[in-house]
C-alpha cells in the first residue's frame, strides 16, 4: 500500500524491512528525523537504538554491532560523518558490512563520499538517491552489497531527500543467499585455538605481529573488483545529445525534468546521472558522451563531481561546470539553484556555448 | 621466555611456566618487567574460572598491550584508539548473552577517550571495562598521560608532572565510581603477588556483576612499565606501589552501592 512518508521515515522503514537491527546516531540537522524514525521503529521488531553521546560513538557502536553479525546502520549529516572518518577508514578494513546514511546539508560533501577523510587506503559504495521511492531501492540493496562485498556502504541524500514527503510503497526487495556470517563474534570460539579477532591490521591469533602488507594488498584487489563490477547510472536522451548534462542526487531530478522539457521543444540535450558516486560510472559516461560536443556539470558546490567526469572523459570532450555554491540562510543546501527555471537557463546557455556564472 | 628459578618454597607455583587455558602461550614481545602480561592472564584466568571461556568477547584497544591480543583465545574485536567502550556497548547490545571486556590502557581510557568510559557507565551498560594505567604512553616511548602523577617524569615532562604547567592527573575509578549506572568500581596493582590475587578478586566481581546484569562494571590495574619510567627493570615493582600507587589508591571504589573515594582509601578507610 502506498503511503504518504518523508523520505527519513521511508528509508528507516526500508532499512527494517532489509533486515536492519541496530542503529545509533545523534542529532544533527537534516539527519535528525532519520535518528528519530529508527528509535521509534526499532524497539517494536526487536531492535535497538541508541542515542549515542557523540558521532564518534554512534559509529563505535554501530562498529560492534556490526562485529556480532548484526545488520547496523549509523549516520548525520557532513560535519558528523566528518567525525566519523577516523573509523569509518577503519571499519573498512575491518571488513565490516556498514552502512552509513548521509544526509548532507547539499552537495558539498562530494569529495567527503567519496574520498573520504580518513587514513590509509579505503573506499566505500556510495549511492545517490534521486527521490525517495528509489532511496527505500537503494537502502535495501546497501545492506545486501555490504553484507556482500563485507565493505561500507554509504548513502549520499539531503535535506530534501530527508524531508520531503512522497507517496511510496516499501517493497522488501529480494536479493540472492548470502553466505553465513562465520567471522562474528559470538564467544562461542574461545578455548578453541580457533577465536576470531576482527582487526583491521591483519592480526592472526596465535601469531606475534602484524603482517598489514598482505592483508591491505587484499583489500585493494576486492576494491578494484567492486570498482568494475558496482558503478551504475541513469541516462536519458543521450544518443544524439550535443550537450549531455550531469548531475546527482536529488538536484539531477531538476536537471532530468529540464532535459525532458528541453527535448519536447527538439533541442538536443541529453542527461547523465551517476547513481553510484563511487565507483563512477566513467565507462558509462563515455559512451553517454559519445556524440556531444560539450558535457556540462550541474552540481551544488564549487565543483567536486567536476573531477570524476573530466576523469572519465580524459580531455576527450570539453566539460563546463553549470552549478555552483547555493544555499538558504540557515546553510541547509536548499539554494535557489533548486529550481527548474533556473536550470534551465544554465542548461540553454551551455547549449548556447556561454559560460555561465557560479 | 620464563626461566625456572632455584631455591623457591615447595608449594610455591611459578606462574610464569603455566600457561593458561585460554592463552596460546606464553613468550610475548613486550618489554622485560611490563605488567601488562600479568594482567591479561588475571583477567584470562578469571574468565576460565568463571566458566565463560565460551561466552567471552574482549574489545581491545590500542597500546602495547595490542600486541598480546593474538595471545587470547577468545573472540575479540580490535578497536580504534580512545573507542572500545562504545564498540564494546554495540557487541553487548546484539549480544546480550556474551561476556564482554573491553580492555585499555590509560592513555587510551583516559586521555584520548575519556567520553567514551563515562557515558557507558553513566548508561549503565552491563559490560565491564578494564584498565591498564601505568602512568605513562608506553608504546611511545615513555609520554605523559592524564594518569601520570605529579611530579612523575616522561619525555614530554622532563622535569616532572607539574600541576601548574600540566594540570593535574585524573582519578579515573572515582568519577566513574560516583556514577549511578556503575555498580562496582575497582582499582587493583600487579606489583606483588598479594596484588596479583587481589586483581583477580576484583575482576571476578566485575564480571560477576556483569554476569548478574547488574551494571556497569569497572577494574583498573596499576602495571609496571620501568622502559616508560626510564628505571632498572626491577625497580618497575617497587615505584608503582610508591608513585603510582600512592595517588591511585588500591581498593574497591564502589560495590553493593557505597561510594568510597580515593581519598577515604589513602586514609586507610578500605572497602574491602
Given amino acids: ?358 | 621466555m620464563s626461566t625456572r628459578h632455584e631455591g623457591l618454597p615447595a608449594n610455591a607455583r611459578q606462574v610464569g611456566l603455566e600457561k593458561p587455558a585460554l592463552q596460546y602461550g606464553v613468550d610475548h614481545d613486550l618489554c622485560p618487567g611490563c605488567g601488562e602480561p600479568l594482567a591479561l592472564r588475571c583477567l584470562l584466568e578469571t574468565i576460565e574460572e568463571l566458566g565463560c571461556a565460551q561466552r567471552a568477547i574482549g574489545v581491545i584497544g590500542i597500546g602495547c598491550y595490542t600486541a598480546l591480543t593474538p595471545l587470547m583465545d577468545i573472540d575479540l574485536v580490535q578497536a580504534l584508539h580512545g573507542r572500545a567502550p562504545s564498540v564494546a556497548t554495540g557487541v553487548k547490545r546484539m549480544r546480550p548473552e556474551g561476556l564482554v571486556v573491553a580492555l585499555q590502557g590509560d592513555g587510551d581510557m583516559v586521555s584520548e577517550g575519556l567520553q567514551e568510559v563515562l557515558h557507558t557507565a553513566a548508561r549503565g551498560e552491563p559490560l565491564t571495562c578494564v584498565l591498564l594505567n601505568n602512568g605513562v604512553f608506553g608504546e611511545t616511548g615513555g609520554h605523559m598521560t592524564a594518569t601520570t602523577v605529579l611530579g612523575q617524569r616522561t619525555k614530554n615532562s622532563l622535569d616532572g608532572r607539574d600541576a601548574a604547567y600540566h594540570g593535574h592527573p585524573i582519578l579515573i575509578a572515582d568519577l566513574l565510581a560516583q556514577l549511578d549506572g556503575t555498580a562496582y568500581a575497582a582499582r587493583a596493582s600487579v606489583h606483588d603477588a598479594a596484588g596479583v590475587a587481589r586483581t583477580k578478586r576484583m575482576l571476578r566481581r566485575a564480571l560477576e556483576v556483569q554476569l548478574e546484569g547488574r551494571g556497569f562494571s569497572f577494574v583498573e590495574i596499576l602495571t609496571m612499565c620501568p622502559t616508560g619510567w626510564f628505571l632498572p627493570t626491577a625497580q618497575g615493582p617497587e615505584y608503582l606501589d610508591r608513585v603510582l600507587g600512592s595517588v591511585h589508591v588500591v581498593g574497591e571504589l564502589k560495590r553493593e552501592g557505597r561510594f568510597v573515594p580515593t581519598a577515604q582509601l589513602a586514609q586507610g578507610a578500605r572497602a574491602s
Fill in chain 1, 1 to 358: 500500500m502506498r503511503q504518504l512518508m518523508e523520505g527519513s521515515e521511508a528509508i528507516a522503514e526500508a532499512s527494517i524491512a532489509a533486515g536492519c537491527r541496530f542503529f545509533a546516531g545523534y542529532p544533527m540537522t537534516p539527519f535528525t528525523e532519520l535518528l528519530e524514525s529508527f528509535a521509534k521503529k526499532l524497539p517494536a521488531v526487536g531492535g535497538v537504538c541508541i542515542n549515542a553521546e557523540s558521532e564518534l560513538e554512534s559509529i563505535g557502536m554501530a562498529w560492534g554491532a556490526l562485529a556480532t553479525g548484526a545488520r547496523a546502520a549509523t549516520g548525520s549529516t557532513g560535519q558528523g560523518i566528518a567525525l566519523m572518518q577516523e573509523s569509518l577508514s577503519e571499519i573498512t578494513r575491518a571488513e565490516l558490512p556498514l552502512v552509513l546514511f548521509h544526509m548532507a546539508r547539499g552537495q558539498s560533501d562530494y569529495f567527503q563520499a567519496t574520498r573520504g577523510g580518513g587514513h590509509g587506503d579505503y573506499r566505500h559504495l556510495v549511492f545517490a538517491p534521486i527521490d525517495v521511492t528509489e532511496a527505500t531501492h537503494l537502502a535495501q540493496e546497501a545492506f545486501d552489497l555490504a553484507d556482500r562485498w563485507r565493505n561500507p556502504v554509504q548513502i549520499y541524500g539531503d535535506y530534501l531527500l530527508a524531508h520531503t514527503a512522497e507517496a511510496v510503497e516499501i517493497e522488501p526487495l529480494r536479493f540472492e543467499a548470502l553466505p553465513p556470517k562465520d567471522w562474528a563474534v559470538d564467544g562461542s570460539l574461545g578455548g578453541s585455538g580457533r577465536a576470531r579477532n576482527i582487526n583491521p591490521i591483519g592480526m592472526e591469533k596465535g601469531r606475534k605481529g602484524i603482517e598489514p602488507e598482505p592483508f591491505w594488498k587484499r583489500l585493494q584487489a576486492k576494491h578494484d573488483a567492486m570498482e568494475r563490477a558496482l558503478p551504475r547510472h541513469e541516462a536519458e536522451h543521450t544518443e544524439d545529445a550535443e550537450l549531455v548534462v550531469v548531475a546527482f542526487g536529488t538536484l539531477a531530478r531538476f536537471a532530468r525534468y529540464v532535459v525532458r522539457a528541453l527535448r519536447r521543444e527538439g533541442r538536443r540535450v541529453g542527461y547523465f546521472r551517476p547513481v553510484t558516486l563511487w565507483p563512477f560510472p566513467s565507462d558509462a559516461l563515455r559512451e553517454a558522451t559519445g556524440s556531444a560536443r560539450r558535457v556540462a556539470v550541474l552540481e551544488m558546490n564549487a565543483g567536486q563531481m567536476i573531477d570524476d567526469v573530466r576523469l572519465a572523459l580524459l580531455g576527450s570532450r570539453p566539460v563546463v561546470a553549470i552549478g555552483g555554491i547555493s544555499s538558504d540562510s540557515a546553510g541547509f543546501g536548499i539554494g535557489p539553484l533548486l529550481d527548474a527555471d533556473n536550470v534551465r537557463e544554465r542548461v540553454e546557455g551551455a547549449l548556447a556555448g556561454r559560460e555561465v556564472a557560479a
